[in-house]
């Protein structure tokens, strides 16, 4: 008797552990908290469209990246002729002779040379991976006439920026729809 007991207890066991694994290592149902929990209406009451249905909650998440600034310059120079001095009095114009009163004396800076625009990607820094920082201008194709204006028209650091942003459920909540199939309710008959 007391080995027939045994038999049945191993063998229970043996079950037991068998539906276990079943259980633990069968393929999971999705969730309600999936990117289409969304569910149809259903009414709250029969004769009614009326009713409640599941909606998603989404929370957008952003990693942190530098930005890319746009760079372009360009260097102004007297016009041809005797217009060789360019003006304290006015900014962007030429003179000529001693009398920088005159104004037809006065003529405008003429563009010279120009470059860009180029994009500029900041980047991080072992030294300080907090900040963005503006790229060594030698590891740029600038040439010399505007590695000054690089230099101070670009911030040397900038903030982080949010980059990949992108959509996550983060749970579902039950709200109001009137679009439920109706639900015919019963009548009872008279006594």
């Excluded at 259980?23 to 569910?39: D, H, L, Q, R, Y």
């Excluded at 990693?63 to 003006?87: A, H, I, L, N, W």
């Excluded at 010399?144 to 996550?168: K, M, Q, S």
């Amino acid at each position: 008797m007391q080995s027939k007991n045994k038999l049945f207890a191993g063998s229970l066991l043996v079950f037991s552990l068998l539906f276990s694994f079943f259980i633990i290592f069968s393929p999971k149902e999705v969730s309600a908290v999936s990117a289409s929990c969304s569910s149809e209406c259903v009414a709250t009451s029969c004769g009614s469209s009326i009713g409640t249905k599941q909606v998603p909650i989404y929370k957008e998440i952003c990693d942190k990246g530098c930005p890319t600034v746009v760079f372009e310059t360009e260097r102004y120079v007297c016009p041809p002729g005797s217009y060789d001095k360019e003006s304290t009095r006015h900014p962007g114009y030429c003179y000529k002779g001693n009398n920088p009163d005159w104004p037809q004396d006065y003529k405008p800076m003429v563009v010279d040379k120009t470059f860009g625009p180029i994009n500029v990607q900041y980047g991080t820094r072992s030294q300080d991976p907090n900040k963005c920082h503006r790229p060594n201008v030698h590891q740029l194709e600038i040439p010399n006439w505007a590695i000054g204006d690089y230099n101070t028209e670009l911030d040397e650091h900038l903030p982080f920026i949010d980059v990949n942003c992108r959509d996550i459920v983060i749970g579902s909540e039950t709200v109001a729809c009137n679009d439920a199939p109706i639900i015919p309710c019963e009548e009872e008959c008279p006594t």
